[in-house]
């Protein structure tokens, strides 16, 4: 089904005034983006350099480098000075990893419209009649898009902090000027997406600030980066990524126009407005997106771990930068950003790593952090950030990394009191439930599907389950992979085949297009049925219509051990194969003995009995511990073809007690 074809299927369920209203607006753009190309290429978009000589960006950023030698103790006394400058080399020497690439040399001339993943190179043209994605070749959209975010600068920054090296400096210039003669403004596919023209932006600004008081470099490049900075913010608002429900992408947007409304406060004032118009809209529409895209128990409404911990950086570092520069929000918003900090505090697995829910994008705003060898999956940086902002010291005992917080604050506190043990917890709005003990974390997935319904970012995902046990994952989320770059893989890893649930042949819990990457029917109607501390049920009704099966889970948690019960209420039996699975982590290995599972790692043991007359089959699969990164690992199926109730008992055999 072509492009055409899909929108002619969706014009079908439109009412007809909607309809109208579309095809006219859509209309109007052509022509406007017709003339507008015209124009673009008869005189490309720029503006007088002098407007910007002599121009600084006066105001209180997130850090201060004239308190130097602070950032460099704290940085030393964390043994970070040695990693900041290697990957600083590696940075200079253009040497990226990207997106699972591995170490890539991108070699003296980066080609930043270029998937250096698949090499496929996107020609610079009006970005209106660029196509980002083709599901017809492998190329991926993200690799020139993270590449071109510039989140090396702070790793640029800090190693000139702690070296006075000039070639950081040099670097740091170069690049940006490369990028500004390679992607004119609206001529590349850098200019095909609202929100990466935002993280760029202010990643930009992080590089003003660490580099604004070099003395070799001139006055020449400063106007010409603020120039392009004011184009950036110009692009932004003019190209917003809003519609009747919005996601991340229209956040990011919003965070760029704050940031740069904030940059260019001082500017040209007498003569124009226009930043006091990109930050009161930004902070007006932020306060109106987060009472829609967080939920009063603090979770996002995508649906999506990684995705919730993305939006809590750039609100979170955006109400910073607003704090110092006396910009106020209202307590509710405030208060959904703490909680959103206790989402990432309570999620976050003994081992310090988030579980896998719905897509992960290994998405970032502002990396002071771990740029080229950081766990994708980690957050606690983010988390005592948190802790710091509103003096939260359950927030620090859970969060040992401050690296990121040394630079939005004069001083980093210690806790007080270290005994802040983490409880079984639910987000009923979110559709999120974790059980826990001293031994063992469960995270269970039953709520609303994400983005008000539309499945953006969602899995087919209801009821499945994260296993950890002594700080050891045993069944893990198998995470996303890819998006665009291969659809039928990114199919995979969302459908339900994919999860540790109930799976019945042929069916989805909730149906979706191949070709509609980010779009999933609400079918489900996952109900929690009860929930206290060490006990969970919940039921989805993806497969009542469908299969004539209503699926309901219940998990109680033990000292030792978990029981996980499988009722179906049968309404009609049928043939197709139903089936149970868990996908287990990459280093986890299987032994079937005696009609029993035993699941093995370096540290422990977990043997796992169930129905005798349950047939089972472990097989070879895969899991993605982040964007573009897949490991082989195997995937344990229970064949309950037309059963009312399937038991699994799981006991800590060995390990730690």
């Keep these: 089904m072509n492009k055409l074809q899909r929108y002619m299927k969706k014009a079908k369920d439109m009412p007809l005034d909607v309809l109208v209203k579309k095809v006219a607006q859509k209309t109007a753009d052509r022509i406007y983006y017709i003339a507008r190309e015209q124009m673009v290429k008869r005189k490309p978009i720029d503006m007088d350099d002098k407007l910007f000589k002599g121009f600084q960006g006066d105001i209180n950023f997130l850090f201060d480098t004239s308190n130097k030698d602070y950032y460099i103790e704290q940085l030393r006394k964390l043994d970070q000075e040695q990693i900041i400058i290697k990957q600083a080399d590696k940075i200079c020497n253009h040497m990226f990893d990207l997106l699972g690439s591995g170490d890539t040399d991108l070699g003296k001339n980066i080609k930043w419209n270029q998937d250096f993943k698949s090499g496929f190179i996107w020609e610079n043209q009006f970005y209106k009649k660029i196509k980002a994605v083709d599901l017809n070749n492998d190329a991926d959209v993200k690799v020139p898009w993270e590449l071109s975010r510039f989140q090396h600068i702070p790793t640029l920054g800090q190693a000139y902090l702690l070296t006075n090296d000039e070639k950081y400096a040099k670097e740091f210039q170069e690049q940006i000027e490369d990028w500004i003669s390679k992607n004119p403004v609206e001529m590349s596919v850098n200019w095909t997406c609202a929100m990466d023209v935002a993280i760029r932006a202010c990643n930009w600004i992080v590089g003003i600030y660490y580099f604004k008081d070099n003395k070799e470099i001139n006055q020449v490049f400063w106007m010409k980066l603020n120039k392009w900075l004011y184009l950036h913010g110009k692009f932004i608002y003019k190209n917003l990524e809003k519609g009747t429900i919005n996601n991340n992408h229209y956040l990011s947007d919003l965070v760029g126009l704050v940031w740069l409304g904030i940059y260019f406060k001082n500017f040209n004032k007498e003569k124009s407005n226009i930043p006091k118009e990109w930050l009161d809209y930004g902070v007006k529409e932020l306060e109106i997106e987060i009472q829609k895209q967080v939920y009063e128990d603090g979770c996002n409404y995508e649906a999506s771990t990684a995705y919730h911990c993305l939006v809590t950086e750039l609100l979170l570092y955006t109400i910073i930068l607003c704090d110092k520069n006396h910009i106020n929000f209202s307590h509710?918003?405030?208060?959904?950003?703490?909680?959103?900090?206790?989402?990432?505090?309570?999620?976050?697995k003994p081992n310090g790593w988030i579980p896998l829910i719905g897509d992960m994008d290994s998405g970032r705003f502002i990396m002071f952090t771990g740029y080229g060898n950081e766990e994708m999956r980690d957050f606690r940086y983010l988390l005592r950030v948190g802790a710091e902002f509103f003096d939260r010291d359950d927030f620090r005992v859970h969060a040992d990394n401050k690296l990121a917080a040394i630079w939005m604050f004069k001083k980093v506190k210690e806790s007080k009191n270290k005994d802040y043990k983490l409880k079984s917890i639910s987000y009923p709005d979110g559709g999120l439930h974790i059980l826990r003990n001293d031994r063992v974390y469960m995270i269970i997935r039953c709520g609303q599907n994400g983005?008000?319904?539309?499945?953006?970012?969602?899995?087919?995902?209801?009821?499945?389950?994260?296993?950890?046990?002594?700080?050891?994952?045993?069944?893990?989320?198998?995470?996303?992979?890819?998006?665009?770059?291969?659809?039928?893989?990114?199919?995979?890893?969302?459908?339900?085949?994919?999860?540790?649930?109930?799976?019945?042949?042929?069916?989805?819990?909730?149906?979706?297009?191949?070709?509609?990457?980010?779009?999933?029917?609400?079918?489900?109607?996952?109900?929690?049925?009860?929930?206290?501390?060490?006990?969970?049920?919940?039921?989805?009704?993806?497969?009542?219509?469908?299969?004539?099966?209503?699926?309901?889970?219940?998990?109680?948690?033990?000292?030792?051990?978990?029981?996980?019960?499988?009722?179906?209420?049968?309404?009609?039996?049928?043939?197709?194969?139903?089936?149970?699975?868990?996908?287990?982590?990459?280093?986890?290995?299987?032994d079937c003995k005696n009609g029993l599972i035993y699941l093995k790692n370096q540290l422990n043991t977990i043997k796992i009995s169930f129905d005798k007359n349950i047939k089972l089959k472990v097989k070879h699969s895969y899991v993605s511990k982040g964007y573009g990164v897949n490991k082989e690992s195997k995937v344990i199926s229970f064949h309950v073809n037309n059963q009312k109730k399937f038991m699994i008992n799981i006991e800590i055999v060995g390990g730690d007690k």
Aim: proline content about 1%; aromatic content about 14%.
């Design 332 to 348: 509710e918003f405030m208060t959904k950003i703490e909680k959103m900090c206790e989402v990432i505090m309570n999620i976050t």
């Design 451 to 590: 983005t008000a319904g539309r499945g953006g970012h969602t899995h087919n995902d209801q009821l499945s389950f994260e296993l950890n046990v002594d700080g050891e994952d045993f069944i893990v989320d198998p995470g996303t992979y890819v998006y665009t770059a291969d659809y039928k893989m990114r199919n995979l890893f969302r459908s339900t085949a994919y999860h540790n649930t109930l799976k019945i042949e042929g069916f989805e819990q909730n149906d979706f297009s191949e070709f509609d990457l980010f779009e999933i029917k609400d079918e489900t109607n996952a109900q929690v049925v009860d929930c206290d501390k060490n006990y969970f049920r919940g039921k989805h009704f993806g497969y009542q219509e469908k299969a004539g099966i209503i699926h309901e889970r219940e998990f109680l948690l033990g000292d030792n051990a978990i029981q996980i019960e499988d009722g179906f209420t049968i309404i009609q039996a049928i043939k197709m194969g139903q089936y149970i699975k868990f996908y287990l982590n990459e280093d986890v290995k299987v």
